[in-house]
């Protein structure tokens, strides 16, 4: 299972940043995707999560500014960030978990200037 990330970068407090994530294999192969991050220092937390069946699980922290999506015909997971602010600055891990297997991707940097 191979999951690429794509779409981090900087911006200000307050803007916005999509990241999207490709499977290797069909999104509907997996029981649950999403995004994790993990800032220096602290560890990996869940960001959101999409069940197989379109089940949505948000942090608190992100609930009501983050979004995510799919695209199954592209195998693909999406995360749009609104209202950033510097303590979303993170690495951010695409996830897919396939029967008992856990799989990440390499991850992307997304930093928040204040």
């Known amino acids: 299972v191979q999951l690429v990330e794509s779409g981090g970068g900087l911006v200000q407090a307050g803007g916005s940043l999509s990241l999207s994530c490709a499977a290797s294999?069909?999104?509907?192969?997996?029981?649950?995707m999403g995004w994790y991050r993990q800032a220096p220092g602290k560890q990996r937390e869940l960001v959101a999560t999409?069940?197989?069946?379109?089940?949505?699980n948000y942090a608190d922290s992100v609930k009501g500014r983050f979004t995510i999506s799919r695209n199954n015909a592209k195998n693909a997971v999406y995360l749009q960030m609104n209202s950033l602010k510097p303590e979303d600055t993170s690495v951010y891990y695409c996830?897919?978990?396939?029967?008992?297997?856990?799989?990440w991707g390499q991850g992307t940097q997304v930093t928040v200037s204040s």
């Open positions: 996830y897919a978990r396939r029967f008992s297997n856990d799989n």
């Open positions: 999409m069940t197989s069946g379109g089940t949505t």
């Open positions: 294999l069909s999104i509907f192969s997996f029981n649950t």
